[in-house]
């Protein structure tokens, strides 16, 4: 897909979603990504990160201390079975299905398809078929083509390849799904990664679970994961939470301790309104996250069009990470790293009282209150100690 310069044009909702795209945007090229250049950039490729991407295959595993002992790695590695099952099932095509290709469809379309006179109730069908399948979230909007990466990746020689997706896609199911808040608190550990882990597999499972439904209703559907399209400004604009300095989507429901998926699909449904929640406010005051980051790759300031690297979008005013530092910290541990979720003050389990108590308050005017309250949370929990807790 070709963006010709300065003719991109904002869409309903944006302003809304906290969407800014400048005259200068332009859409992702997944080749940029940090993990995909870790495979075919020289500035980013090293021991290090060949020994990251090991450590999955249980390979140059680290064993050093709480948190990074064989079992963590195992946990880790298990929890993401069915995901990594998924995405290297076509990797002789050069499809690494739900990162790099969109999920291959394992059912066809039903030749006759079912009739949808009402978008609204077959919009409340899909949310409730998503939740029979396992998803927490989920919301519905509109393909945007600023989104769609500009080519994918061919993953035997890494190289552009078309982003292609069946005729007539017209909308974007957005699927969330909670990670383990226990886990969450370990990080950074291999230990943590399980909680990650486990929701690509979920995710992987549910969409494809999602998309077989859509097409035995006799539509298309693609189920996709990290491949594509970015999802969070698609989170955004399916109403399901708004972005924060950490570079999540902040719900209110599970804070930023979310995975997302989505579903590229044609048939006839109902867009969700997005909202401003009034996280962006509380970021503006708040730099928890940038204040505990290691390497120091999260922003502080306000939302800019600053570009660190070739790793960030070009022409959308945000909040932008250095995802070259990130990336670099992540391949020394030889694990992910979440610490700015596990910080986010966000970072509650809003099924107690207090804590939907204390987001009123981060919600409104009163969000220094709020901050103020939230000192001393977020402290890391021992690995050690959730295996004995188990």
């Known amino acids: 897909m070709t963006w010709p310069k300065n003719s991109y044009s904002r869409q309903p909702g944006d302003a809304e979603a906290g969407i800014v795209t400048t005259d200068d945007f332009a859409p992702f090229h997944q080749r940029d990504d940090i993990f995909t250049r870790a495979f075919w950039d020289d500035g980013i490729r090293s021991a290090k990160t060949d020994a990251f991407f090991a450590s999955y295959r249980m390979e140059a595993a680290p064993r050093r201390g709480d948190g990074f002992q064989q079992r963590d790695f195992a946990l880790r590695n298990a929890a993401w079975l069915i995901s990594d099952i998924v995405s290297e099932r076509s990797a002789d095509k050069g499809l690494r299905e739900g990162f790099q290709a969109p999920i291959q469809p394992d059912t066809p379309v039903a030749p006759d398809p079912v009739p949808v006179d009402d978008t609204g109730r077959m919009s409340t069908e899909i949310k409730r078929i998503a939740r029979f399948f396992g998803a927490d979230l989920c919301g519905i909007t509109g393909i945007d083509p600023r989104w769609q990466y500009a080519a994918r990746v061919d993953t035997r020689d890494m190289s552009d390849a078309p982003n292609d997706l069946p005729p007539g896609i017209t909308h974007v199911i957005v699927l969330g799904h909670q990670m383990e808040e226990s886990l969450v608190a370990t990080y950074p550990s291999a230990l943590a990664g399980a909680a990650t882990g486990r929701e690509y597999s979920h995710e992987a499972a549910v969409s494809m679970q999602m998309a077989a439904y859509i097409r035995n209703l006799g539509y298309e559907a693609v189920a996709s994961m990290n491949d594509t399209g970015l999802v969070i400004p698609y989170a955004l604009k399916a109403g399901l939470g708004e972005y924060a300095r950490n570079q999540m989507v902040i719900t ?46 999260l922003p502080y300031g306000p939302p800019s069009t600053d570009r660190p690297n070739r790793s960030a979008i070009q022409g959308v005013r945000k909040w932008t990470s250095d995802a070259e530092k990130c990336f670099g910290f992540w391949a020394k541990l030889a694990s ?3 610490i700015c979720m596990r910080v986010c003050p966000f970072n509650r389990d809003f099924t107690k009282r207090r804590h939907r108590l204390w987001l009123r308050l981060a919600l409104s005017p009163m969000r220094k209150l709020a901050l103020w309250l939230d000192r001393g949370r977020g402290k890391r929990v021992k690995p050690g100690d959730w295996w004995s807790d188990a």
């Not at 044609?266 to 009034?278: A, E, I, Y």
């Not at 406010?281 to 708040?286: H, V």
């Open 252 to 297: 209110p429901q599970f804070g930023p301790r979310l995975r997302f998926s989505k579903i590229y699909t044609n048939l006839p449904l109902t867009h969700d309104t997005p909202k401003q929640l009034g996280v962006a406010a509380f970021c503006s005051i708040c730099t928890k996250c940038a204040d505990a980051c290691p390497v120091k790759a």
């Open 336 to 338: 992910d790293c979440a």
